[in-house]
């Protein structure tokens, strides 16, 4: 069964960091590009980061985003990180985190799993 856990979502500061967490099982990880997006009530999904993790690693960030936010993975762990740091209220969101088998993308029209979701909330 495939599954995608995120955690390290919380409460902060504008200013602030946090690192998210996506805990994958149930699929060979490194045949998967992982992608972080996030999703505010009202609005649709949008994506933030991805990563091939297979041995190419590229990497791919929305522009509300580069400069603040990094995307990593650990492959022995089957785990992908997002860093982020000099947080703004405007980050405040559900982020989500997904797997395809396509190349990493932006679109979560590509993503074929999705975890539950961990709440990102940065007050002023």
């Known amino acids: 069964e495939v599954q995608l856990v995120e955690s390290g979502g919380g409460l902060v500061q504008a200013g602030g960091s946090l690192r998210l967490s996506c805990a994958a099982s149930?699929?060979?990880?490194?045949?998967?590009?992982i992608g972080w997006f996030r999703q505010v009530p009202g609005k649709g999904r949008e994506g933030v980061s991805c990563?091939?993790?297979?041995?190419?690693?590229?990497?791919y960030y929305a522009d509300s985003v580069k400069g603040r936010f990094t995307i990593s993975s650990d492959n022995a762990k089957n785990t992908v990180y997002l860093q982020m740091n000099s947080l703004k209220p405007e980050d405040t969101a559900v982020y989500y985190c997904?797997?395809?088998?396509?190349?990493?993308?932006?679109?979560?029209?590509?993503?074929?799993?999705w975890g539950q979701g961990t709440q990102v909330t940065v007050s002023s």
């Open positions: 149930g699929f060979t990880f490194d045949d998967y590009a």
């Open positions: 997904a797997a395809t088998t396509e190349v990493a993308g932006m679109s979560p029209l590509t993503y074929d799993y």
């Open positions: 990563i091939s993790t297979s041995t190419d690693g590229s990497t």
